[in-house]
């Protein structure tokens, strides 16, 4: 279903190469990514292209059919979430209530821009890393994060491949392209 990507917040298309260098202070980095997402939620599978546009205070997702047409939007600021999916029109005051209420589910977008970027959230994470010092697991919030692969060998490699899990949620993302937007 592509309502189950539309609220996974992530990546389509292009397939250049990603970047490497991973930003100074992850809760500043505005950023831009392309990629795929597959979803597993309660028996159910579903994949989708992605965009996301990150800044401080806002974000958009878009997921994209396997043609590259937006099927879905997701639109957060400071004062609500709106997920637009075709003639359908959805609102409510975070992206995590949106989710629970059209998808039956949560995702911390919040958390979520860190665990894309290699980073923990805040406090409270607990991570394993590899002999570059980058994190292969990071467990925050109920969430298991997998880093399955990076960019490539250097410390401060992006990744390109990420398994997230939660109970009966699990979630892959791919990311094909990274594009660094500072401020």
Not at 20 to 47: E, K, W
Request: glycine content about 8%; hydrophobic content about 40%; overall charge negative.
């Amino acid at each position: 279903m592509i309502r189950y990507w539309l609220i996974l917040l992530l990546l389509s298309g292009c397939a250049s190469q990603p970047v490497s260098l991973r930003p100074v202070q992850l809760d500043a980095a505005p950023f831009a990514m392309n990629g795929r997402i597959s979803v597993r939620h309660d028996g159910a599978r579903d994949s989708a292209g992605l965009r996301w546009v990150h800044q401080a205070h806002t974000d958009e997702i878009l997921l994209l059919t396997p043609l590259g047409q937006t099927a879905a939007r997701i639109y957060r600021d400071a004062e609500q979430a709106v997920l637009d999916e075709g003639e359908r029109h959805y609102q409510d005051k975070d992206v995590e209530s949106l989710m629970m209420q059209v998808l039956g589910w949560r995702l911390q977008l919040d958390a979520l821009h860190h665990w894309v970027l290699g980073g923990a959230a805040g406090e409270g994470a607990l991570t394993e890393r590899d002999d570059k010092g980058r994190i292969t697991v990071l467990r925050q919030d109920g969430w298991e994060v997998r880093y399955v692969k990076y960019a490539d060998e250097s410390a401060d490699s992006l990744p390109v491949r990420l398994q997230l899990s939660r109970e009966n949620l699990q979630l892959i993302l791919l990311i094909d392209e990274w594009e660094w937007k500072p401020e």
